[in-house]
């Protein structure tokens, strides 16, 4: 089964609650949410209060990605803000077995991030313990760039991963999805795809939503 996560970063935050409506009917399994602090990336977000607006408007998962430093200190704020899935970055989390257990306690399904440079091979010590792994196809901070082109080559290598340990995370991708690549990265083998100026910033919110749908589940 593969799932559409659109992120609400580029959504119109004054009609959030439409935007999701329009997404929610338009084929979106998960709703991604960017959670940025202007230290782990050069923008800033919102934080758990959004978060828990957004809860309000969808049955849909949560799907949280934090892109700030010491997510430890937050992640029982975001879980009971509403997130259902909390993913960490690998390059910020020193205890990254601990914190990936803290998740799992507190009721959520656990996801590590890499970074476009972090190798797909850092994960081998953690992976079997993890339910998602997001592997982040450009430099996080902002919607809108450009998709990094070896990404599809790490895809594979994180599928490989997974036969290799017998593990059963999903594998998302994030940043740079379009009609143009979807399919391609799914023939990679991605589970989970976010996908925020290709939906948000359509003129048809719905019909692009829809038709990345259905270039997945092909
Ligand atoms: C970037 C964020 C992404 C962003 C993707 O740091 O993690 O989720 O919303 O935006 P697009 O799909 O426009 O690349
Ligand atoms: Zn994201």
């Given at each position: 089964m593969k799932l559409l996560a659109p992120s609400?970063?580029?959504?119109?935050l004054s009609n959030l609650a439409q935007q999701i409506r329009l997404v929610e009917m338009s084929g979106a399994d998960w709703i991604h949410c960017d959670i940025m602090d202007?230290?782990?990336?050069?923008n800033i977000t919102f934080g758990p209060v959004v978060v828990k607006a957004v809860k309000k408007c969808t049955k849909l998962p949560l799907d949280v990605h934090l892109m700030i430093e010491n997510p430890d200190l937050f992640l029982e704020d975001f879980r009971n803000a509403g997130a259902d899935i909390i993913s960490v970055h690998f390059e910020e989390v020193i205890h990254l077995n601990r914190t990936i257990n803290r998740i799992k306690e507190i009721g959520a399904k656990a996801g590590v991030v890499i970074n476009p440079?972090?190798?797909?091979?850092?994960l081998v010590d953690i992976a079997e313990y993890i339910d998602l792994l997001l592997i982040m196809t450009?430099?996080?901070?902002?919607?809108g760039q450009s998709f990094i082109s070896n990404s599809e080559r790490r895809i594979k290598e994180a599928v490989e991963l997974r036969k290799s340990l017998k593990a059963n995370f999903l594998i998302e991708v994030d940043g740079g999805i379009s009609s143009k690549n979807i399919s391609a990265i799914s023939k990679a083998g991605c589970d989970v795809f976010v996908a925020g100026s290709s939906i948000f910033?359509?003129?048809n919110i719905s019909a692009a939503a829809t038709e990345l749908k259905n270039l997945i589940s092909k």
């Amino acid at each position: 089964m593969k799932l559409l996560a659109p992120s609400i970063l580029s959504a119109d935050l004054s009609n959030l609650a439409q935007q999701i409506r329009l997404v929610e009917m338009s084929g979106a399994d998960w709703i991604h949410c960017d959670i940025m602090d202007g230290h782990f990336v050069p923008n800033i977000t919102f934080g758990p209060v959004v978060v828990k607006a957004v809860k309000k408007c969808t049955k849909l998962p949560l799907d949280v990605h934090l892109m700030i430093e010491n997510p430890d200190l937050f992640l029982e704020d975001f879980r009971n803000a509403g997130a259902d899935i909390i993913s960490v970055h690998f390059e910020e989390v020193i205890h990254l077995n601990r914190t990936i257990n803290r998740i799992k306690e507190i009721g959520a399904k656990a996801g590590v991030v890499i970074n476009p440079s972090t190798p797909v091979s850092s994960l081998v010590d953690i992976a079997e313990y993890i339910d998602l792994l997001l592997i982040m196809t450009v430099n996080p901070g902002f919607g809108g760039q450009s998709f990094i082109s070896n990404s599809e080559r790490r895809i594979k290598e994180a599928v490989e991963l997974r036969k290799s340990l017998k593990a059963n995370f999903l594998i998302e991708v994030d940043g740079g999805i379009s009609s143009k690549n979807i399919s391609a990265i799914s023939k990679a083998g991605c589970d989970v795809f976010v996908a925020g100026s290709s939906i948000f910033n359509s003129d048809n919110i719905s019909a692009a939503a829809t038709e990345l749908k259905n270039l997945i589940s092909k």
